[in-house]
């Protein structure tokens, strides 16, 4: 069997107990390189082999696999964060089915949660933002035309950038195309939960001149939007004039 795992951000304590124990238990792990803590590779069984997919094509992880699979053992296909967002999960996904090989998928903890953690943020406050945007800017692998990052900007939600630090001017002159303005909140998060993270507070307007100060070129998450300042009102499930299916609010 197959086991898709989340490795969580970073910090190996964030990976789940279950991926724990299915890293306990594997004959073999395809982890997702460097974007992998190695200390998490370290609850490997003795013997159990490694391989980095980093330097494979879908192919060759495929292949392993099916590998595996014959020899009656087990697999982890080990992915950063969850493997939900990024993880080019649905293509590995298909390709078991059409094998007849079983697999089932174990969440993790994202790096957005862990950004979010980093910065003792709350993307969804209220009055400011309820929605939250995932998504990253157009580079050599496109995005559809209805999520060009300008195009989202201009609902002025909280929003989280993936895989676009490289491409940190365009992400600003996108930013600005929208509904943000050059003095809305912004961060970066450098390898949120890692011993070496990094928080770099800025403004979008500062966002590329920033980050380019603080050495930041790979492994970082882009944040954007009023969430980061300090206007907001308080959650009205905890307002106590505010009935609940638990409690009868204060008359007033």
């Known amino acids: 069997m197959v086991h898709f795992v989340g490795a969580g951000p970073g910090a190996p304590d964030l990976i789940t107990q279950r991926g724990a124990a299915l890293l306990q238990g594997a004959d073999c792990i395809i982890y997702a390189g460097s974007l992998v803590n190695p200390a998490l590779l370290g609850l490997a069984k003795p013997g159990c082999v490694l391989y980095n997919s980093a330097e494979m094509t879908l192919e060759q992880?495929?292949?392993?696999?099916?590998q595996t699979e014959a020899a009656g053992k087990t697999t982890v296909r080990l992915h950063t964060g969850d493997?939900?967002?990024y993880g080019a999960i649905r293509e590995?996904?298909?390709?078991l089915d059409a094998a007849g090989i079983s697999y089932d998928d174990t969440p993790g903890v994202?790096?957005?949660?862990?950004?979010?953690?980093?910065?003792?943020a709350e993307y969804t406050l209220p009055t400011v933002s309820q929605t939250v945007i995932i998504t990253r800017m157009e580079g050599r692998t496109p995005?559809?035309?209805?999520?060009?990052l300008a195009s989202l900007a201009s609902?002025?939600?909280?929003?989280?950038?993936?895989?676009?630090?490289g491409l940190i001017d365009k992400v600003?002159?996108?930013?600005?195309?929208?509904?943000?303005?050059s003095a809305t909140p912004a961060a970066v998060v450098y390898k949120a939960s890692w011993p070496e993270q990094k928080i770099v507070r800025c403004t979008v307007g500062t966002l590329a001149e920033s980050t380019r100060r603080n050495g930041i070129t790979k492994t970082a998450l882009i944040v954007v939007g009023d969430f980061l300042g300090t206007r907001y009102e308080r959650s009205k499930l905890y307002d106590p004039a505010f009935t609940t299916a638990f409690r009868?609010?204060?008359d007033r």
């Open 61 to 66: 992880v495929l292949d392993v696999m099916r």
């Open 83 to 85: 493997p939900c967002l």
């Open 92 to 95: 590995q996904m298909d390709a």
């Open 110 to 120: 994202s790096s957005f949660c862990g950004a979010a953690a980093a910065l003792n």
């Open 143 to 148: 995005v559809p035309e209805k999520e060009k």
């Open 155 to 165: 609902h002025g939600a909280t929003m989280v950038i993936f895989l676009s630090i």
């Open 172 to 181: 600003q002159e996108a930013l600005l195309q929208g509904a943000y303005t």
């Open 248 to 250: 009868k609010g204060a």
